[in-house]
């Protein structure tokens, strides 16, 4: 335990001494030439090729914070995240403006993000996985142009990560898949679409893994957090149990397709603590 206790207060002592950056943004159109469909953003940076169009907002470590901006100098890994259901990436602007600051080239797909028609978990989980390789190939890309200042400063290192829909979805794109570095998620809901499910993909996890749920989360309580937890093949892997939190406190509290499902807090003060409380875990993790 004091062990434990040592590293934790290493890890958290480093990142309080890490230096942070101004946080830059992209909107970027991944392909992936092997399927079909997906969302485009318009306006946004078209990777040249056909086939599915994975619209991808990108938050990074920049020389100025802004839009297009130059990515700071330095190596950063690649953080890939997964919205919850019916929800967008924006509900996550504390989680990833947080990260990118801290060094981190953050990827989120704005995919299956509809209610009607439903989601595709199997097309998600394919993204999120695509989006892990496709991040680390921004080390070194050429065309266009507009990505160059990624050139050599991507660590060629990749994470997955999600909220519930997302976070069931990270073990779809993680199973089997050795070139990712690790998994970290929140609240995980069960996804299965044409017998693709997150239970079965976390069985064919290998790389470590954190997932972090929420103590009064009735959406995806502690029986789906096991079903996903106890048949992972990593042999490391933690989940932590976060005080007080609901299904929707993870990210900013915002989403109002969520909160249908369960509420969330209704105020600034409270999502802040509960967003030190898991970033707490995260953080270190990473």
């Given at each position: 335990?004091?062990?434990?206790?040592?590293?934790?207060?290493?890890?958290?002592?480093?990142?309080?001494?890490?230096?942070?950056?101004?946080?830059?943004?992209?909107?970027?159109?991944?392909?992936?030439?092997?399927?079909?469909?997906?969302?485009?953003?318009?306006?946004?940076?078209?990777?040249?090729?056909?086939?599915?169009?994975?619209?991808?907002?990108?938050?990074?470590?920049?020389?100025?914070?802004?839009?297009?901006?130059?990515?700071?100098?330095?190596?950063?890994?690649?953080?890939?995240?997964?919205?919850?259901?019916?929800?967008?990436?924006?509900?996550?602007?504390?989680?990833?403006?947080?990260?990118?600051?801290?060094?981190?080239?953050?990827?989120?797909?704005?995919?299956?993000?509809?209610?009607?028609?439903?989601?595709?978990?199997?097309?998600?989980?394919?993204?999120?996985?695509?989006?892990?390789?496709?991040?680390?190939?921004?080390?070194?890309?050429?065309?266009?142009?507009?990505?160059?200042?990624?050139?050599?400063?991507?660590?060629?290192?990749?994470?997955?990560?999600?909220?519930?829909?997302?976070?069931?979805?990270?073990?779809?794109?993680?199973?089997?898949?050795?070139?990712?570095?690790?998994?970290?998620?929140?609240?995980?809901?069960?996804?299965?679409?044409?017998?693709?499910?997150?239970?079965?993909?976390?069985?064919?996890?290998?790389?470590?893994?954190?997932?972090?749920?929420?103590?009064?989360?009735?959406?995806?309580d502690s029986t789906v957090q096991n079903s996903h937890y106890t048949p992972t093949a990593s042999s490391i892997k933690f989940h932590s149990i976060i005080k007080d939190v609901t299904h929707c406190d993870f990210g900013n509290g915002t989403s109002g397709t969520c909160t249908i499902g369960q509420a969330a807090c209704n105020t600034a003060s409270c999502n802040t603590i509960y967003f030190?409380?898991?970033?707490?875990?995260?953080?270190?993790?990473?």
């Amino acid at each position: 335990m004091k062990k434990i206790l040592l590293y934790i207060a290493t890890c958290l002592t480093l990142l309080s001494q890490a230096q942070t950056y101004p946080v830059g943004h992209m909107s970027i159109n991944f392909k992936d030439a092997s399927r079909t469909g997906g969302f485009s953003i318009s306006g946004g940076i078209v990777i040249p090729g056909t086939g599915r169009n994975i619209g991808t907002e990108v938050y990074y470590p920049a020389t100025v914070a802004g839009n297009n901006t130059a990515v700071a100098n330095g190596q950063f890994p690649i953080v890939v995240f997964g919205h919850g259901f019916a929800m967008t990436w924006d509900s996550y602007d504390n989680i990833y403006n947080r990260l990118a600051s801290l060094g981190y080239i953050v990827l989120l797909p704005r995919t299956e993000s509809s209610i009607f028609p439903t989601p595709n978990h199997a097309d998600f989980g394919a993204d999120l996985k695509l989006l892990a390789s496709q991040g680390l190939l921004l080390n070194s890309i050429s065309t266009p142009t507009a990505l160059a200042s990624f050139n050599g400063k991507v660590l060629q290192k990749s994470a997955i990560g999600g909220h519930s829909m997302g976070a069931g979805c990270s073990f779809i794109a993680a199973q089997n898949n050795t070139t990712v570095t690790c998994v970290f998620n929140l609240a995980a809901a069960t996804s299965n679409t044409a017998g693709i499910s997150s239970i079965a993909g976390a069985s064919l996890v290998t790389v470590p893994l954190l997932m972090i749920s929420g103590e009064k989360d009735n959406v995806a309580d502690s029986t789906v957090q096991n079903s996903h937890y106890t048949p992972t093949a990593s042999s490391i892997k933690f989940h932590s149990i976060i005080k007080d939190v609901t299904h929707c406190d993870f990210g900013n509290g915002t989403s109002g397709t969520c909160t249908i499902g369960q509420a969330a807090c209704n105020t600034a003060s409270c999502n802040t603590i509960y967003f030190n409380r898991y970033m707490t875990y995260v953080e270190p993790f990473l």
